[in-house]
């Protein structure tokens, strides 16, 4: 058996605006959209990931909502193992300062409007992640599919 892949972790929040609309960010690394977040760092917890890539990526200091999602993610280099939380809503006392060496913009989008702009896979997960908001509840996911 080969030990040496091992999967990595990330972890994300998803937000809203106060008309139910979801946060995205463009990243200036990558030619997609995403949500809030990134990779959980050694001797970090996906909690803690969560808090310190928002406080980096949009200079948010907020605390980590429920967990929404657990996504068991397969990729040519290493596995990914994706936590998403519930970030709440933010409203206009919330002041948005992006990281500009990371994200070019973000925006506020409609569920349907993120299912257009992101790629497939998150699509899945922010789908799954907004079903599990609405439920109360948390999910398990492989590749964006629920395995509950």
Same mark, same amino acid.
């Given at each position: 058996?080969?030990?040496?892949?091992?999967?990595?972790?990330?972890?994300?929040?998803?937000?809203?605006?106060?008309?139910?609309?979801?946060?995205?960010?463009?990243?200036?690394?990558?030619?997609?959209?995403?949500?809030?977040?990134?990779?959980?760092?050694?001797?970090?917890?996906?909690?803690?990931?969560?808090? %310190?890539? +928002? $406080? /980096?990526? @949009?200079?948010?200091?907020?605390?980590?909502?429920?967990?929404?999602?657990? &996504?068991?993610?397969?990729?040519?280099?290493?596995?990914?193992?994706?936590?998403?939380?519930?970030?709440?809503?933010?409203?206009?006392?919330?002041?948005?300062?992006?990281?500009?060496?990371?994200?070019?913009?973000?925006?506020?989008?409609?569920?349907?409007?993120?299912?257009?702009?992101?790629?497939?896979?998150?699509? %899945?997960? +922010? $789908? /799954?992640? @907004?079903?599990?908001?609405?439920?109360?509840?948390?999910?398990?996911?492989? &590749?964006?599919?629920?395995?509950?």
């Amino acid at each position: 058996m080969d030990h040496s892949s091992r999967a990595l972790a990330a972890a994300g929040a998803l937000f809203f605006d106060e008309r139910g609309r979801i946060l995205l960010v463009e990243p200036t690394y990558k030619p997609h959209w995403e949500i809030p977040g990134g990779v959980v760092e050694h001797g970090e917890t996906p909690s803690e990931a969560c808090r %310190r890539e +928002v $406080a /980096e990526e @949009l200079g948010l200091i907020r605390d980590t909502g429920r967990l929404l999602v657990v &996504d068991w993610a397969p990729s040519n280099d290493d596995d990914r193992v994706l936590f998403v939380f519930d970030g709440g809503t933010l409203t206009g006392e919330d002041d948005i300062q992006l990281q500009a060496e990371e994200l070019k913009s973000y925006e506020f989008v409609t569920p349907r409007q993120a299912q257009l702009r992101l790629i497939p896979r998150l699509a %899945r997960r +922010v $789908a /799954e992640a @907004l079903r599990a908001r609405e439920a109360g509840e948390t999910r398990y996911l492989e &590749d964006g599919v629920d395995r509950g």
